[in-house]
C-alpha cells in the first residue's frame, strides 16, 4: 500500500448528487487501493448555514449511506463523521490563531454563501431582515465612501513631477489597499453582516479536518481549490510559529472538476436544485433530463446542433460508450435526432451506472448495522489520530492539561 494518507469530505446538506460523485466520490473510490484513504461526512460544516437540527441526524446517516452505496468498502477504508471526533474543533480553534483575517476574506465560496443565504431571508420576507440589511448597507455605503475620500486625498497628494520612486511606490500601494478594501466591502456588502462566523471560518474548519490526520492528497472538485490552497497557509504558518508538525496537502484534480448543472448554466448543486440525485429513480432521471438545457440554437429537431457546447453531450461523456457518443453527436451535427432522443440514450447510460448503486442503497436501508458499524469503526480509528496530533499540538502550542508535567511540584 502506497503510504501516503488521503483525506476528503462531503456536507451532509442534501442528497448527494452527480457532481459529487463525478468530481470526487468515484475517485475516492479508486483511491481506496492503494492507499490509506479517510473520508469524513462534514456535519460540523453542514451547520454553518441555516439547517433543521431535528432532520441533520438522519441525513448524515443518508449521507454516510449513499457514499458507502458509491462503492466506498470500509473493509478498504476508514469512513466517519465529523463531530464524532470533537478534535476538528479544537483543532480549528488552534489554527484561527493562525489564520489571517485577508486570507479568509478572499475566500469565494463565503461571499457566495452568505450572498445566497440573506437572499433566500429577503426572498421569504423574513421580519427585521430586510431592515437589518438595509441598516449594514448604509453602515457599510458609509465606511466604503469614507474610504474613497480617503482614496483621493492620496491621490492628490501624487505630484506628477516627482521623481521619489519610494513615495510613489508607497502612495500606490497605500491607494491599493484601500481599493482592495472598499470593493471587499462593497462586493460582499449586504451578506456578509447576516453570514455566521461559523461560515466565514469554515475553511479552517476543513484545514483542521485534513492536518488532523496529516494528510498528504485531498481529492476534490474544483471549488474546494481555494479552501486547500487556504490548508496549506495554514500548515505553513502553523509550522513556521511552532516547528514542522504538519505535512502541506496536495489536491488529487478531478476528471470532472466541474460539472455543470441541468440548467447548463451553473456548477450543479444541492441548493440550486439543478442536480441528478445518485439516487434517484430511472423515472426521476428521465423526467429531469427531458427539462435540461441543450444548445440553445436547437429549435425544431431537424436544426443542426453543437455538441461541443451542449452540457446534455458533456455528461454523455461520462456515461456513455465512445462509439455511441459519437453516433450522437453526428446525428446532433447533422440535425438527423433530436435533443428528445439524445437524453433518453443518456438516461439509459445513467441509469447503468446508478442502478447497482440504487441496488447497494436499498441494500444498506434495510441493514442499517452495516452502516452504523462501520462508521464507528472509523470514529475509533480517527479518534486515536486525532488524539494523537492534539498530543502534539497542545505540547508545541503551550496548551492543555499536559503543560504542568514539567513545572514540578
Ligand atoms: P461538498 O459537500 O460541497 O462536495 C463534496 C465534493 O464534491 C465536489 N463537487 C463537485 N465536483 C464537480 N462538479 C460539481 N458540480 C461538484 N459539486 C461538488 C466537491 O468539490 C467536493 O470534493 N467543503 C467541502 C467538504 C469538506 C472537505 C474537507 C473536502 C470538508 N472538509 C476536507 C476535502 C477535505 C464541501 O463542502 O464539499
Known sequence: MNSERVFSGIQPSGEIHIGNYLGAVKRWVELCDDHDAIYCVVDDHAITVEYDPSRLPAMTFDASLATMACGLDPEKCTIFVQSHVPEHTELTWLFNTVTPLGSLFRMTQFKDKARNALQRKLTRKEGGAMKTAIHNLKTLGGEALEGLDELKKDLDSLDPDTRDD????????????????????????????????????????????????????????EDQEQHLELCREVAQRFNKKFGEVFPVARRIKSEAPRILGLDGKSKMSKSLGNHIGMLDSTEEITAKLKNAYTDPQRIRRSDPGRPEICNVFSIHGFFTEPDVRDELAQGCRKGTIGCFDCKKVLAQSMDAELAPIRDRADHLRRHKGLVIDALDAGRQRCSDIASQTMEEVREVMGVGHGVFAGLGK
Open 166 to 221: 519610494v513615495a510613489i511606490g508607497e502612495t500606490v500601494a497605500r491607494m491599493n489597499d484601500r481599493m482592495g478594501n472598499i470593493m471587499q466591502r462593497l462586493q460582499v456588502g449586504l451578506g456578509v453582516a447576516e453570514a455566521s462566523t461559523a461560515l466565514f471560518g469554515y475553511p479552517v474548519l476543513q484545514a483542521a479536518d485534513i492536518l488532523l490526520y496529516k494528510a498528504t492528497l485531498v481529492p476534490v472538485g
